[in-house]
């Protein structure tokens, strides 16, 4: 935690999305061509930039953003300690024109993952239901092959195969999911997340309801229905690293003379991380997992 009680974790995700947005640039249009053997129209740009969404989607259901609009939405009711702090949440409240707002996000990472509570409702079919099952396969299957890890022994072929295949699966689903408002609402709300952030980090807003820190603050506003944040930010960050790797493999996915899992690498981490936050049960004979 930092000295003002949120995690560093949550600005430093912030911090490297908007990173991979401001490098891929205009290299994130619609036109980009297959690359490596993955057998999926996906650029690494396209990737990165749905890896940084995937982040956005999991904060959303820890209300970080909500939060901040609920905050903003009673300002003319509360009792602001500092002109500075009224300043703030009156910028906020300006500049929420140009953002998504709450219905339109939960639209867009319904379509994109299948998440949040955008994706209980499917009257036309366009929530993505296969996603979330698909990065449970793909966690699943390296997660199996790090039983098979020793000192400096990597997995077998036989287990980087049921990988590749899990991530080429998984990179087919999202491929349709790259087209339409996606970058420009990565840009959007990678801008409301990180003001969200700022302002809830403040110190005078933690004096209007008597907290200390950022995610209490957060819980005081969403009080009673107070989502269960360190899950959320798990499967987000984890998810995103996830994403990125794949982006970083891309070319080596359809070669299986090329290394996918050195015995270092930090994807058994993220994998394991992301089963155990999602709560999927990927044992053998669960009823939730994929054919």
Not at 22 to 47: K, M, V
């Amino acid at each position: 935690m930092s000295r003002n009680g949120y995690d560093p974790s949550i600005v430093a995700g912030l911090a490297r999305a908007a990173r991979t947005l401001a490098a891929a640039g205009d290299g994130l249009n619609l036109d980009l061509p297959p690359i490596g053997g993955a057998g999926t129209g996906l650029g690494a740009a396209a990737i990165n930039a749905l890896s940084a969404l995937y982040f956005y989607a999991e904060l959303e259901q820890a209300g970080i953003i909500t939060a901040a609009e609920l905050l903003v939405e009673a300002r003319a009711g509360l009792n602001i300690p500092s002109v500075r702090a009224a300043e703030k949440l009156e910028q906020f409240a300006q500049r929420e024109r140009d953002w998504y707002d709450r219905h339109s996000r939960e639209a867009l990472f319904a379509r994109l993952f299948g998440v949040g509570a955008g994706a209980t409702v499917d009257a036309d079919g366009g929530v993505n239901h296969a996603f979330e099952q698909l990065m449970a396969v793909l966690c699943a299957a390296i997660d199996r092959a790090a039983t098979e890890l020793g000192p400096n022994a990597p997995p077998s072929v036989q287990a980087e195969v049921q990988v590749r295949t899990a991530a080429t699966n998984l990179l087919s689903n999202l491929e349709p999911r790259q087209f339409g408002n996606t970058v420009f609402a990565a840009r959007r709300i990678q801008d409301e997340l990180t003001v969200a952030t700022q302002l809830l980090s403040d110190p005078d807003v933690d004096s209007i309801f008597h907290t200390n820190g950022f995610w209490a603050t957060v819980r005081r506003i969403l009080e009673p229905d107070v989502p269960d944040f360190h899950r959320f930010v798990d499967m987000g960050q984890s998810g995103q690293h996830l994403l990125g790797w794949l982006a970083s493999v891309l070319g080596a996915l359809g070669d299986v003379s090329q290394q996918l899992l050195p015995a270092t690498s930090p994807v058994y981490a993220w994998a394991s991380t992301w089963l155990a936050a999602s709560g999927i049960d990927m044992s053998p004979g669960s009823q939730r997992r994929a054919a």
